[in-house]
């Protein structure tokens, strides 16, 4: 039997069929997209673009491919996702239909990249989202390292979709969809000359500036309704430190308000997405600007140099020869230790029943991916994927220390201001 690996690796990936993709894709139009009331804005007009070109996309949600391709219908795009996601049954046929490229998030992938340039050289587009994964805190992330440079191989004109209100719709604490609006505009970033006189360096500044997006601090503004009757539930995978007391990984959640079991702060959430303090609670301006104090409390914590953050954690890969059922995203075969400290990142444990231990060094991961909501993370071990599920709820920290502890040492992936 030959391996799922092999097999996807050996495809040669051409533009999808016209026919199948618009016939998707006006069906998309007028039931998924039609209740999410698009409002789109054409600066630049990407259907007047006679030739191939990329269209790059904020990562809000995991609707974000409805938001940027049922407006540019009858236009057709191999959208670029993330390559474990084609390990899954449920989307096996969908991807292979659509013609869909696979790549490893936050590695290099020769592979992904040529069939990029394959699929334009044959007069196609390529839709990506150059965060390389949804957004986690309702705010956007800085482009992936190699962003600009495969940019400037790829060597045709660059548009951007900017989406407003997704994250609202679909955040990544909770898997329920909210009903609410969405804000789409797209606009032209490069042309061919400007990606060639352009340095990277400049080029990912440009893109940072234009992708940045912050959904909580646009319906602070517009108070747009997102109905749902478990706005709050789960937010606490997000919000793990208190406010109050300083407290980690106590908070509970209820449908409606999130609560530190320890020192009882609670705040409540209204459809809004405004945050509520209770009586005499402490609270932020909004679940953003919380999660951005949980990074500059790392960052305090990290300066200590005999820091050391550990968990017990199970870990899942994905299976060689059979595709993921029931919406899995691994399969579990071993458990142990998992640590970070200044040195690198660690694991000691089992896999399959027989001792098992890696490492990984600061600088060759600058942050790790999630595939579903934020109760598990995970990251490539000399390309082989690697999922994480914590015994605490305690994901976010995972993330916001690493992403910390790479810059901290030097790491190329800097954050918006650096």
Excluded at 7 to 18: R, S, V
Excluded at 270 to 295: A, C, E, G, H, M
Aim: proline residues 4%; hydrophobic residues 35%; glycine residues 6%.
């Amino acid at each position: 039997m030959e391996k799922l690996e092999k097999k996807l690796h050996n495809k040669k990936i051409t533009p999808p069929n016209k026919f199948i993709y618009n016939f998707l894709g006006y069906v998309w139009k007028y039931t998924m997209a039609k209740k999410y009331h698009m409002e789109v804005t054409y600066i630049d007009d990407p259907r007047k673009e006679k030739g191939s070109y990329v269209l790059l996309s904020n990562h809000a949600s995991r609707m974000d491919y409805i938001f940027t391709a049922v407006p540019l219908l009858p236009q057709t795009f191999n959208f670029v996702a993330g390559y474990n996601e084609f390990f899954r049954s449920h989307l096996k046929g969908i991807f292979s239909l659509l013609h869909e490229i696979p790549k490893k998030n936050f590695t290099p992938d020769l592979y992904a990249v040529m069939e990029m340039k394959r699929v334009l050289n044959k007069g196609g587009r390529i839709a990506l989202f150059p965060e390389g994964m949804s957004s986690i805190s309702g705010g956007s992330q800085p482009v992936a390292l190699g962003s600009a440079k495969l940019l400037k191989f790829l060597k045709v004109p660059v548009y951007l979709a900017n989406i407003k209100g997704a994250y609202l719709i679909a955040p990544k604490y909770n898997l329920k969809e909210r009903k609410g609006s969405v804000e789409v505009s797209f606009k032209k970033l490069f042309d061919v000359e400007s990606l060639k006189n352009l340095s990277e360096e400049e080029i990912t500044k440009i893109l940072n500036k234009e992708i940045y997006t912050d959904d909580y601090q646009y319906n602070l503004n517009k108070q747009k309704t997102y109905k749902s009757s478990e706005i709050a539930k789960n937010i606490e995978q997000l919000l793990y430190k208190c406010p109050k007391c300083g407290k980690e990984f106590t908070h509970i959640s209820g449908n409606d308000y999130v609560e530190c079991s320890s020192c009882h702060n609670k705040v409540f959430i209204d459809n809004k997405y405004n945050l509520i303090p209770f009586k005499d609670s402490k609270t932020f301006k909004t679940p953003k600007v919380w999660f951005d104090y949980q990074r500059e409390e790392v960052k305090k914590e990290i300066q200590n140099r005999n820091f050391e953050f550990k968990e017990e954690v199970e870990i899942g890969f994905l299976d060689e020869y059979k595709y993921l059922k029931k919406k899995k995203t691994s399969i579990i075969e071993g458990s142990g230790i998992l640590k970070i400290n200044h040195n690198g990142i660690f694991f000691e444990g089992k896999r399959n029943d027989k001792p098992f231990s890696f490492s990984l060094t600061l600088n060759e991961t600058p942050t790790y991916g999630m595939c579903t909501d934020a109760s598990r993370f995970y990251t490539f071990l000399k390309g082989e994927f690697i999922e994480f599920y914590p015994k605490r709820n305690s994901v976010i920290k995972w993330l916001l220390v690493t992403e910390e502890m790479h810059r901290l040492h030097n790491g190329k992936w800097k954050d918006y201001q650096n």
